[in-house]
């Protein structure tokens, strides 16, 4: 609580994690974890809560983006707290440390903070996952292994990440002494960068190569961004020779990546798992044990069952739908029946059962600009056809789960990268062009209707 004498009062730890939690949602994942995440509560002096940053880079970034909704974030959560300064990381002198303990910061700071509902014991295993979890927690356990790297691929929200962080926090807490690097390819590339421009790639470097694991998810953002891809190129060689374990995830087998062949071929050398599409037995206990974490909600598996077989896309959806049912029980009190959960949840079962394919969105993205379908798979290229199947590929990658090879296949066969290049050239279209813009934003609206 705040002692409200200006003197400094103490900052709730779990307040704190509230407010981090708030801003997550708010912001998304990806702004998250390159900006907020890097943020440590300091000190409360009257009503302002002290934030500290590694480096001006974050402030500013912070300052002139987000600042309204971290105050009213920690403002909501922290009693007395009416406003925030974001201020420099001290050189830490021992006072400070001990002072900072409340709050054990990353081990590095390089690493994404881990969630601490993922672990091993909270993952649900069937026949789509169990390859992939046994050798997760084989790693977990036995690491350094003989399969290094282990790369784990498939689509959204299958539990890659889950995974990746049930083996940090399993070595974590089973060997403290061992140095457990965890993060996302996008902060890779963030913490590469921002090293070089403060004059700190060494110390970049040195964490990195002193990781006993690293793990590094999502990694197929590091496409396209040459210099991250020659650093992780001989941060991975470095670390196979030092037998350390390296575990990465992505969105597609490392021979789909579009990444250089010496790093896909790498990639490829441990074991290669992948996390197929949950299947109806596991999408149901999944929901059994999500369900336990709302016990005053009285539902019964006649209605989990019935989510189970509507809901088919991810993880995400699944829990979702347990939070909206929860939250609107929580205020009516009604029993939850299916016919309930049916009403509850029209949206997302409507969009379950009729989901946009790619055919779909080649078709009406074609008779938008008065093309036919044909000719967006077609390889000519006049402008004319170019920018409108650079579009459509956009549009697949925007709105649907496929990876991107999974789109150049539908866009008969062509090259992965061409997609990239597409949905790049386009996302970059859209902020400086009004027209492309209100194009897309009418596609998408007969789309998804
Ligand atoms: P991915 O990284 O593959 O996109 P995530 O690991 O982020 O997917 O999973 C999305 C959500 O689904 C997370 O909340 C995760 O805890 C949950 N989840 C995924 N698979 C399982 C599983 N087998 N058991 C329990 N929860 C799961
Ligand atoms: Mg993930």
């Given at each position: 609580m705040v002692d409200g004498t200006g003197m400094g009062g103490s900052i709730d730890e779990t307040a704190w994690q509230k407010s981090l939690t708030d801003l997550k949602t708010k912001h998304g994942e990806k702004t998250f974890d390159a900006w907020l995440s890097f943020m440590e509560p300091k000190s409360l002096t009257g009503q302002t809560l002290e934030i500290a940053l590694p480096n001006a880079l974050h402030i500013n970034y912070i300052r002139a983006n987000l600042m309204q909704s971290v105050k009213g974030?920690?403002?909501?959560?922290?009693d007395g707290v009416h406003d925030v300064r974001l201020v420099l990381h001290a050189?830490?002198?021992?006072?400070?440390?001990?002072?900072?303990?409340?709050?054990?910061?990353?081990?590095?700071?390089?690493?994404?903070?881990?969630?601490?509902?993922?672990?091993?014991?909270?993952?649900?295993?069937?026949?789509?996952?169990?390859?992939?979890?046994?050798?997760?927690?084989?790693?977990?356990?036995?690491?350094?292994?003989?399969?290094?790297?282990?790369?784990?691929?498939?689509?959204?929200?299958?539990?890659?990440?889950?995974?990746l962080q049930a083996i940090a926090a399993h070595v974590?807490?089973?060997?403290?002494?061992?140095?457990?690097?965890?993060?996302?390819?996008?902060?890779?590339?963030?913490?590469?960068?921002?090293?070089?421009?403060?004059?700190?790639?060494?110390?970049?470097?040195?964490?990195?190569?002193?990781?006993?694991?690293?793990?590094?998810?999502?990694?197929?953002?590091?496409?396209?961004?040459?210099?991250?891809?020659?650093?992780?190129?001989?941060?991975f060689n470095f670390l196979i020779d030092e037998r350390r374990q390296m575990v990465f995830s992505g969105d597609c087998s490392p021979g789909d990546?579009?990444?250089?062949?010496?790093?896909?071929?790498?990639?490829?050398?441990?074991?290669?798992?992948?996390?197929?599409?949950?299947?109806?037995?596991?999408?149901?206990?999944?929901?059994?044990?999500?369900?336990?974490?709302?016990?005053?909600?009285?539902i019964t598996e006649e209605v989990l069952a019935y989510l189970a077989r509507n809901l088919t896309t991810s993880v995400r959806e699944l829990e979702g739908a347990l939070i909206k049912i929860n939250a609107h029980v929580d205020i009516s009190h009604q029993a939850v029946t299916i016919?309930?959960?049916?009403?509850?949840?029209?949206?997302?079962?409507?969009?379950?059962?009729?989901?946009?394919?790619?055919?779909?969105?080649?078709?009406v993205t074609a008779d938008h600009y008065g093309l036919k379908r044909s000719d967006l798979l077609s390889r000519r290229r006049v402008q004319k056809i170019v920018r409108p199947r650079q579009v459509a590929m956009y549009i697949c990658k925007l709105i649907t789960t496929k990876s991107l090879p999974e789109i150049a296949r539908a866009f008969d066969g062509r090259d992965h990268t061409t997609v990239m290049y597409a949905v790049r050239k386009i996302e970059a279209l859209r902020k400086e062009d009004a027209e492309i813009d209100a194009d897309i934003a009418l596609l998408l609206r007969k789309l998804q209707g």
């Open positions: 974030c920690v403002a909501a959560h922290l050189t830490r002198s021992p006072v400070k440390a001990k002072k900072r303990d409340a709050f054990p910061p990353p081990r590095d700071q390089i690493s994404s903070p881990l969630d601490p509902r993922y672990t091993f014991d909270n993952f649900m295993v069937g026949r789509p996952n169990e390859f992939s979890y046994a050798a997760a927690r084989r790693v977990a356990e036995n690491f350094p292994t003989e399969f290094n790297p282990l790369f784990i691929h498939g689509g959204v929200g299958l539990g890659k990440t889950h995974l974590r807490q089973t060997r403290p002494d061992a140095r457990v690097v965890y993060l996302s390819a996008e902060r890779f590339v963030h913490a590469f960068v921002t090293s070089i421009q403060s004059g700190k790639i060494a110390a970049f470097k040195q964490t990195l190569r002193s990781a006993d694991v690293l793990m590094i998810d999502d990694i197929q953002f590091i496409a396209g961004k040459e210099n991250s891809q020659e650093e992780f190129f001989h941060t990546m579009a990444l250089e062949e010496r790093i896909r071929s790498r990639l490829n050398s441990g074991l290669v798992v992948d996390v197929h599409p949950m299947d109806y037995e596991l999408r149901l206990s999944i929901l059994l044990s999500k369900s336990k974490l709302y016990p005053k909600l009285g016919d309930l959960v049916r009403d509850l949840l029209q949206d997302m079962l409507r969009g379950a059962s009729r989901r946009t394919t790619m055919r779909e969105i080649q078709t």
